[in-house]
């Protein structure tokens, strides 16, 4: 796969954790103490989900030096999505202008891993030789639906953000890996919005679950027993030893995840790509706004292992020579 161009998107607004406090009647110091992040960027009142990541879009065709007709295939790739019907692909499609009929627009839901999915959906669907060009839109207002007054170790956890990728066939192929561990699955989530709750006969039961609900102790329990051993079968799947890797880039779920995943797995810190503490969790954007921001230390040859878990409980990674 050939990895053509990565664009981002960041609202302009980057709160900081003490302007959370003041907002939400914590402490000064509650937030980042809490949960290790400093600021995070917001959606203003006039920026969307489709907006975000239309602007990611074409700044990832940009990087390729690519017309926009040249996609023929849209993913979106995010957790949550602009609304339950229909996907969030066709906004997008619409957004760049792109005519009807010319390009397949979908989406892929793994939650956190939903970026490192469509990447594998991606290149299964270029290699067989039925589309020339792949955008993946990662685009996630992750500032929405926080339980800031009963939990802020959670809702000071996440920010808004963007990314796409053009990905063409060719290249090194991937190496990727996806396990799921159902057991955790009541562990994180947004329990209403889907057809578990209906809104009319049920409304005090829809409200109750609008909220995100974690249990982060219960998710570091169960990826602290299983992560390690997977990123071992990764590395022998892709052939790669912890040492041929240059840059690991994780799925930014919190500082204190990552300073733990880098201890578990046996990484040499200066190698993993560490946003979290200015851009926050930022959902399934996370792995790909990371991308963005280091794209200029990749180099033809760069061997990126990037790593993630998801609610669910799904462990992913995708091996990627450039």
Request: net charge negative.
């Amino acid at each position: 796969m050939n990895l053509c161009g990565i664009g981002s998107y960041l609202p302009a607004e980057l709160r900081p954790s003490e302007a959370c406090d003041a907002l939400f009647g914590q402490p000064q110091g509650t937030v980042e103490t809490l949960t290790g992040v400093r600021s995070r960027h917001v959606c203003a009142d006039d920026e969307s989900q489709i907006s975000m990541g239309v602007a990611a879009a074409r700044a990832a065709l940009s990087a390729a030096t690519m017309p926009v007709e040249d996609i023929d295939l849209i993913i979106g790739a995010s957790a949550v999505p602009y609304q339950p019907i229909p996907a969030t692909a066709p906004a997008y499609q619409r957004g760049l202008g792109i005519a009807d009929g010319a390009a397949f627009a979908f989406d892929v839901n793994a939650t956190c891993l939903s970026f490192l999915t469509a990447l594998e959906v991606a290149e299964s669907m270029l290699a067989r030789g039925g589309y020339r060009r792949a955008l993946i839109i990662s685009s996630e207002v992750a500032s929405r639906a926080l339980p800031w007054e009963t939990a802020p170790q959670i809702a000071g956890l996440f920010g808004d953000g963007a990314a796409a990728v053009v990905v063409e066939h060719g290249g090194s192929a991937i190496t990727s890996a996806f396990e799921t561990h159902a057991s955790g699955y009541d562990n994180c989530g947004i329990g209403a919005g889907g057809t578990r709750f209906d809104f009319r006969a049920q409304p005090e039961a829809f409200a109750a679950h609008s909220l995100y609900d974690m249990d982060g102790k219960a998710l570091f329990r169960l990826t602290s027993q299983v992560f390690a051993s997977f990123v071992d079968r990764l590395l022998m799947k892709a052939g790669w030893q912890r040492d041929d890797v240059d840059f690991v880039v994780p799925h930014q779920a919190s500082p204190m995840a990552l300073q733990h995943m880098i201890r578990l797995c046996g990484f040499a810190p200066e190698k993993v790509f560490d946003i979290s503490k200015d851009v926050g969790n930022q959902i399934a954007a996370s792995i790909p706004v990371a991308l963005a921001s280091m794209q200029d230390q990749l180099r033809p040859g760069a061997k990126v292992l990037m790593l993630g878990t998801s609610a669910g409980v799904s462990l992913g990674g995708v091996a990627l020579k450039i």
